[in-house]
């Protein structure tokens, strides 16, 4: 056991996500019932820097863990990408008497978590938040399933009106560089293609879903695209589809960030409370610069470079099942 861990940071970086809170709760009453006080940093790396921080007892985390977004606030600060920066952060570390930090995010998050852990010498673990579900060694990320079945909802309802119209709607889904949200997404939604970043035959996928369609005497279908897997997203799609198709009708929507918000998942509760209290342990057991991932219902410490450098690739079972079942 770590003799020199008397107080951690707990921050929040990057895009928010449903079950940020249950994490911060859960590394909160894990490090107080080890006897480790806890600070929690505002703002991600930009509080780090501007010192916004305060410390948090046992009932600062009560009543959170159903609550989406993160009580601590979250930000993208390009500051931290600075060795100015850094040091800045630093200070506060000793300002504080910061002792380790837990960090809870995704890529960016861990990307600047490492090298400050490098830099100053300082225990670093991350736990990965982030929708996208895009971190290498996890199988889930804490967020992902909450904004899957927020997708899954939308795709019902759109599917009312499409089918209503006869219409076929492009619907853009997010994910960064990832398809995981919208191929799941489209899944279990039963849509007729999906645009992924990992697979490139776009127009293809398109005919399929219309000729799809004309078998089934289905006039209408829902595509997902992913937000970058074509340029100019879901709209630039549409446009495709109408020059290639003047018979049909189409329309768009941008789910945006309605997939980020929302009351987390019992799933996405219970992992971000599991990951909390393993970060704690990991750091008693004199662990640094890993990440907490789940792999088959395992709690497991996966290095930060890995997480982050190496490629997770979507199922290959699961593009087939899209494919099979959207005919
Ligand atoms: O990483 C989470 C995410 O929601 C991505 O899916 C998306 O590309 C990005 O964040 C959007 O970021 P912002 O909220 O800063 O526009």
Redesign the pocket.
């Known amino acids: 056991m770590s003799a020199n861990l008397k107080i951690i940071g707990v921050l929040t970086s990057?895009?928010d996500?449903p079950g940020m809170n249950a994490a911060i709760r859960a590394v909160t009453r894990a490090a107080i019932g080890q006897g480790i006080r806890v600070k929690a940093i505002y703002r991600g790396y930009k509080g780090l820097i501007d010192g916004e921080v305060t410390e948090f007892t046992s009932q600062d985390v009560s009543g959170i863990i159903q609550r989406g977004g993160t009580i601590i606030k979250s930000a993208?600060c390009t500051e931290f990408q600075t060795r100015e920066g850094r040091e800045k952060a630093y200070q506060t570390i000793l300002k504080e008497q910061i002792d380790a930090l837990v960090v809870i995010g995704?890529d960016g998050t861990f990307t600047g978590g490492r090298l400050f852990a490098q830099e100053y010498d300082i225990p670093v673990i991350g736990l990965p938040g982030?929708?996208?579900n895009d971190l290498w060694g996890t199988d889930a990320t804490i967020g992902y399933d909450t904004s899957l079945s927020t997708i899954t909802e939308c795709i019902d309802k759109l599917r009312d009106t499409a089918t209503s119209h006869e219409r076929i709607f492009l619907v853009e889904v997010?994910?960064?560089d990832a398809g995981f949200?919208t191929l799941n997404a489209a899944i279990a939604g039963g849509c007729e293609a999906a645009i992924i970043p990992e697979r490139t035959s776009v127009m293809e996928q398109i005919e399929d879903a219309i000729g799809n369609g004309r078998r089934k005497s289905k006039n209408s279908a829902i595509v997902l695209v992913q937000?970058?897997a074509v340029e100019g997203g879901a709209n630039a799609v549409a446009q495709m589809v109408e020059k290639e198709h003047p018979e049909y009708s189409t329309r768009v929507t941008v789910l945006g960030?309605l997939?980020?918000g929302g009351s987390p998942t019992a799933f996405d509760r219970i992992l971000a409370s599991r990951m909390g209290v393993a970060a704690i342990q990991a750091l008693l057991d004199g662990q640094r610069n890993v990440m907490v991932g789940i792999q088959n219902d395992d709690i497991v410490l996966v290095p930060l470079s890995k997480a982050i450098h190496q490629k997770k690739d979507v199922k290959e079972d699961k593009w087939q099942a899209m494919l099979t079942l959207s005919i």
């Open positions: 990057g895009g996500a993208r995704g982030t929708i996208d997010m994910g960064r949200l937000e970058h960030h997939q980020r």
